[in-house]
Structures are given as structure tokens and as C-alpha cells.
T-cell receptor, first 114, second 111 residues
Framework: DAGVTQSPTHLIKTRGQQVTLRCSPK?????VSWYQQALGQGPQFIFQ???????QRGNFPDRFSGHQFPNYSSELNVNALLLGDSALYLC?????????????FGPGTRLTVL | GQQLNQSPQSMFIQEGEDVSMNCTSS?????WLWYKQDPGEGPVLLIA?????ELTSNGRLTAQFGITRKDSFLNISASIPSDVGIYFC???????????FGDGTTLTVKP
């Protein structure tokens, strides 16, 4: 049983560009959350998707948007990239009906903005 | 917004020693979580705490949910080299999402 998978592993973009990151949840999980982890810091919650809708959102600008597909996989889109968007982007999946201890994290996508 | 203060920021210990780290918050949480993150990987859940005062163990790890619901600590007994990594505390008031993380404690274990 594959865990949470994310693609790509690494990505380099320039300021002003747009990026799309992808996440496949652990088998059976129906909820996907995205986190941004800057170097030397803990993950920060961006948003969560359930039933193809954004259910919760953290303190991130509208440049950050997402999507969840019928198979529960998810995308994170960031527009008009800034240098400060350089970070590890983590996806976590879980069961909507269960506690937070069912949440599993993927290995992340390392985004570098030049 | 909610902030978690995690201390110490880093620890250098000898193999076999016990370790203690803690986390305090300006806000109340209903659930406290402790994660470990290794290089190139996402955080892995070690212990989840659901009740104020709860003391939970997972092998050599023991964690407690503070009575005020604003703090938690994690102890590791008899440390071994594979304990090396970054330990994060996190608090949440919702099911399966929107966790607030501390900035981590980096643990180095010298053989």
C-alpha cells in the first residue's frame, strides 16, 4: 500500500511564474491538506480539501489555490511566485471521519524560486 | 494567530541519555501531537494526546498533555543514534486538519 506521494520532488522557478504541485493520498483517505515548510521552521497550514471543496484555509494569500479531484488526489497552485515562496510543500492525507492521528504526510516538493 | 513555542531549539546528547523537550502555546488546543521529521521526508506522527493531563507512551517515548491545555512535553529515554532528527509539536482544534506546528527541536545523538 503506497503512502502519500507527491510530484515533482524538486522544482526551480523564477519570480512571477506559476507552479502546480501534485499529491496522491494514501489509499482510502478522502481528505488532503497542504502545508508550507520554510527552512528551519515548522509546517504552516495552507488549506484542506474534502469532497472536492476547500474546507479550511490558513493565512495564505489568494495566489495559493488548490483543487481536489474525484479520485481524492489534489493539486496546489501558486501564481505570481515570490522569492519567499521557496519552501518544502507538504501534502497530508487523512480520513474525514477519523481523528487527526490518521493524517499521513508525503515527502514533500522542494520549490526554489530564483 | 495561534503560535507554538518549542524548546529547546537544538540538543546535543550522548547515546543512552534521556531527552526532554516541550511546547507552549498562547491558545488552548484540544489535541496535541508530536512528530519526527527525517531529512528528505515528511513528518511522521509519534504520539497523539486528546485529554488534558493525559500521559501517553510509545516505546521509549512519553508525552503529556498539559492540564491548562496550553502545553505539552515529550521525553525520550535511553536515546539511540536513530533518534536523530527534528521533533515537532503541533496543536489542533479540528479533526484531521489545520494543525499549528512549533518550529522544531533538532536532536543530535553522539555515539
Amino acid at each position: 500500500d503506497a503512502g502519500v506521494t507527491q510530484s515533482p520532488t524538486h522544482l526551480i522557478k523564477t519570480r512571477g511564474q506559476q507552479v502546480t504541485l501534485r499529491c496522491s493520498p494514501k489509499s482510502g483517505h478522502d481528505t488532503v491538506s497542504w502545508y508550507q515548510q520554510a527552512l528551519g521552521q515548522g509546517p504552516q497550514f495552507i488549506f484542506q480539501y474534502y469532497e472536492e471543496e476547500e474546507r479550511q484555509r490558513g493565512n495564505f494569500p489568494d495566489r495559493f489555490s488548490g483543487h481536489q479531484f474525484p479520485n481524492y488526489s489534489s493539486e496546489l497552485n501558486v501564481n505570481a511566485l515570490l522569492l519567499g515562496d521557496s519552501a518544502l510543500y507538504l501534502c497530508a492525507s487523512s480520513f474525514s471521519w477519523a481523528g487527526v492521528d490518521t493524517q499521513y504526510f508525503g515527502p514533500g516538493t522542494r520549490l526554489t524560486v530564483l | 494567530g495561534q503560535q507554538l513555542n518549542q524548546s529547546p531549539q537544538s540538543m546535543f546528547i550522548q547515546e543512552g541519555e534521556d531527552v526532554s523537550m516541550n511546547c507552549t502555546s498562547s491558545s488552548i488546543f484540544n489535541t496535541w501531537l508530536w512528530y519526527k521529521q527525517d531529512p528528505g521526508e515528511g513528518p511522521v506522527l509519534l504520539i497523539a494526546l486528546y485529554k488534558a493531563g493525559e500521559l501517553t507512551s510509545n516505546g521509549r517515548l512519553t508525552a503529556q498533555f498539559g492540564i491548562t491545555r496550553k502545553d505539552s512535553f515529550l521525553n525520550i529515554s535511553a536515546s539511540i543514534p536513530s533518534d536523530v532528527g527534528i521533533y515537532f509539536c503541533a496543536g489542533t482544534n479540528t479533526n484531521a486538519g489545520k494543525s499549528t506546528f512549533g518550529d522544531g527541536t533538532t536532536l543530535t545523538v553522539k555515539p
